[in-house]
C-alpha cells in the first residue's frame, strides 16, 4: 500500500483507487481554500491549482496574515468568491473540485452545489470530505454534539465546566456561550446524510459515499479498514467523504431563491 506524503496525496489516492487518474496540468479547485495549504500541494504536484473562500466574512481566512496565501493571492491562484456568491471561475473550466471540512459551513447547499456544477468540465469529478453531524465532539467550539444538540443550557455547562477553543481562552462563560450560539446558527449546518447525498444527486452522477477508499489511506483510523462495517462506523461518528462525476446530464431545476450564506471558520 502507497503511502501519502500529505493531504493532497490523500485526495489523489483516493480517485484513482475510484478510477480517475490525476495528470499533470487537470485544473484543481480547492472549494474553501483558506489560506491555501492544500493549493500549494497540488501545485507542487504539476496541477494547475486554484482555491477559492469568502476571504471577506467574519468567519473566512485572510490572505494577507500568511506569506504563501499572500503568495498565491498574487499569482492568481486564491480568489475571492463573489458577492452575491458566485465562483470566479468561467463554465466547464474545473477538471476536480477538491474541498477538505468545508460543506458544515455551507448554508444554502443547492446554490453552493449547482454553483459547482457549473464551473466543473463534463466528466469532472469531486471529492469531497466533511464532519459526521454525529461526531461527539463538535469540531470548531468543541462542545460535545452541539453539530445536532445545542440548547443554551448545553453550551451554558460547557462553558462553565472550561471548555474554549483556541480563540476563545480568557473569555468568560457568558461571552462564550454568546460566542457559540452565534457560530453554530449562522456558521455551521449539519444536514442529514441522505439529504447531503440527494442535494448532490440533482446535479451530479455516480454520487457516493467512499469511505471506505479512505481509511487504508488514514493514520489512526486505519484499523477500521479491515473491521466489518468500519468504513460505516467512521462515516457516522467521524468523517464521511462524497464522490460523483459531472455527467452530460440537464441543468437541475431551479429552486426558490434563498438568502445565501457560507461561513468558513478562523
Known amino acids: ?26 485544473k484543481v479547485l480547492d472549494f474553501g481554500a483558506g489560506e491555501g495549504e492544500l493549493v500549494s500541494l497540488a501545485l507542487a504536484q504539476g496541477m494547475d491549482a486554484y482555491g477559492c473562500d469568502l476571504y471577506d466574512l467574519k468567519y473566512s481566512y485572510t490572505l494577507d496574515r500568511d506569506a504563501r496565501a499572500s503568495a498565491l493571492r498574487d499569482q492568481g491562484r486564491l480568489r475571492r468568491i463573489a458577492s452575491p456568491y458566485r465562483l470566479p471561475f468561467e463554465d466547464g473550466s474545473i477538471d476536480v473540485v477538491i474541498s477538505d471540512q468545508v460543506f458544515e459551513h455551507v448554508m444554502n447547499y443547492p446554490q453552493a452545489i449547482e454553483e459547482l456544477r457549473r464551473v466543473m468540465r463534463v466528466g469532472g469529478v469531486f471529492l469531497h470530505a466533511f464532519p459526521s453531524r454525529y461526531r461527539v465532539i463538535e469540531g470548531h467550539i468543541y462542545v460535545p454534539m452541539s453539530s445536532i444538540f ?10 462553565l465546566l472550561g471548555v474554549r477553543n483556541g480563540f476563545q481562552h480568557g473569555m468568560s462563560a457568558k461571552e462564550v456561550v454568546e460566542k457559540n450560539a452565534h457560530f453554530l446558527k449562522h456558521g455551521t449546518n449539519y444536514p442529514p446524510t441522505r439529504q447531503v447525498k440527494r442535494e448532490f444527486a440533482r446535479c451530479f452522477g455516480q454520487v457516493e459515499f467512499v469511505e471506505r477508499k479512505f481509511l487504508p489511506y488514514s493514520n489512526r483510523p486505519r484499523a477500521l479498514a479491515k473491521v466489518p462495517f468500519g468504513p460505516a462506523l467512521y462515516g457516522f461518528l467521524g468523517s464521511r467523504f462524497l464522490y460523483g462525476v459531472r455527467a452530460a446530464m440537464p441543468a437541475p431545476a431551479p429552486r426558490a431563491a434563498h438568502l445565501s450564506s457560507m461561513l468558513r471558520t478562523s
Request: hydrophobic share 55%; no cysteine; charged share 20%.
Open 1 to 26: 500500500m502507497v503511502r501519502p506524503a500529505n493531504r493532497f496525496d490523500v485526495y489523489r489516492l483516493m480517485l484513482a483507487d475510484l478510477g480517475f487518474t490525476l495528470q499533470p496540468h487537470m
Open 150 to 159: 445545542r440548547p443554551r443550557w448545553w453550551l451554558w455547562l460547557w462553558a
